[in-house]
């Protein structure tokens, strides 16, 4: 398939509204942190609207808000709103780890959102502390408690595949026993040079090989919205188990995506360093729009191989 002709099909933006987070995951942030922008240098509300509206007239039709933490931007709600009556979009979703889910879920539902990711790393407090470096794993599940509370449908769960995972994994298929949850195993993406990874990385195909060595899984289709992910159940299961292998999946071939930072910088791929500054754009529609055009025609689909090309964490992009 030529670039030309995949540049077709991206259709879903990842917009990244701060570069902010409540937690430090080790595999995110290196142990210092990462310098945030100041206040000024982050796209107003009303500045990200108005990118989205042009990348819908470039093929987008689905919108993911994600960051850093999205709800630790105040207002996100208002956001939701906003890119939610944006006609064109057809799909609304967002990714938080959940911390700040039990005070705005039900405003979010308010305001057109139907879906949630929630990234839940480990369902042990010592582990989850530990891959965070300062979260209580009793506030992220009471976050994901409140997104089936206020009737996000589907929920989905990110779980990265971090040493240590292989003796959580039973635990996380019982989630899926018990209520219509999907988590998706998540291959570590090495993207900043700076991090110190806690740990090895664990391959998405020795922990399927493990999971079906112990449970009943048949391969199924997706929950709504299911991208890159390939999914398992175990058969009568309300919820299902998928697996997002960037890495040994080389799934750039079918990449949708479009990115941009909250800083308002244009990604077209997570593993290339090359950004386009859009922010001077806005408001000049025709200028906007045929940098997005030219980005999307420019965009590579093999990057995955060259990882560690870039100097910006993954909160600061927008995973
Ligand atoms: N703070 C929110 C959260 O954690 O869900 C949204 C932003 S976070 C950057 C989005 C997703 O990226 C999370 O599910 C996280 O696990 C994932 N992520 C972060 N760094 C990653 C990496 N190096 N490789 C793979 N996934 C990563
Ligand atoms: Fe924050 Fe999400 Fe990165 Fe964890 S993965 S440090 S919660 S942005």
């Known amino acids: 398939m030529s670039d030309d002709v995949r540049a077709r099909r991206v259709d879903y933006l990842r917009l990244s509204i701060t570069d902010r987070c409540n937690l430090r995951c080790t595999y995110c942030m290196p142990p210092e942190g990462v310098p945030v922008r100041a206040h000024d240098d982050i796209l107003r509300f009303e500045e990200i609207v108005a990118f989205a509206r042009v990348a819908v007239t470039c093929g987008i039709s689905k919108v993911r808000i994600t960051g850093g933490e999205p709800l630790v931007r105040a207002g996100c709600p208002d956001l939701v709103g906003m890119l939610a009556a944006l006609p064109g979009v057809h799909d609304l979703s967002l990714t938080t780890n959940g911390l700040l889910l039990p005070r705005y879920a039900a405003e979010l539902r308010a305001a057109g959102l139907r879906r949630v990711n929630v990234s839940l790393d480990s369902l ?132 949708n995506r479009l990115r941009l930072t909250a800083d308002g910088r244009l990604r077209t791929c997570l593993f290339s360093g090359e950004e386009v500054a859009v922010r001077a754009l806005l408001g000049d529609d025709e200028g906007l729009r045929a940098a997005v055009l030219e980005a999307l025609a420019a965009k590579r689909y093999d990057r995955c191989r060259e990882a560690l090309a870039n100097e910006r964490a993954m909160s600061q992009i927008g995973g």
């Open 124 to 255: 042990d407090p010592a582990r989850f502390a530990a891959v965070t470096r300062c979260g209580r794993l009793e506030d992220a599940l009471a976050g994901l408690e409140a997104a089936f509370a206020a009737g996000f449908d589907p929920v989905k769960l990110n779980v990265l595949l971090l040493e240590g995972i292989e003796d959580e994994l039973d635990a996380y298929v019982r989630l899926t026993l018990e209520r219509p949850l999907h988590v998706r195993f998540i291959e570590f993406m090495p993207l900043d040079r700076r991090l110190v990874l806690g740990g090895r990385m664990v391959p998405a195909p020795a922990v399927l090989e493990r999971l079906r060595a112990r449970h009943r899984l048949e391969p199924v289709g997706g929950p709504y919205g299911h991208g890159p992910a390939r999914y398992w159940a175990v058969p009568g299961a309300p919820g299902t188990i998928g697996f997002i292998a960037a890495i040994s999946d080389h799934f750039c071939q079918n990449c």
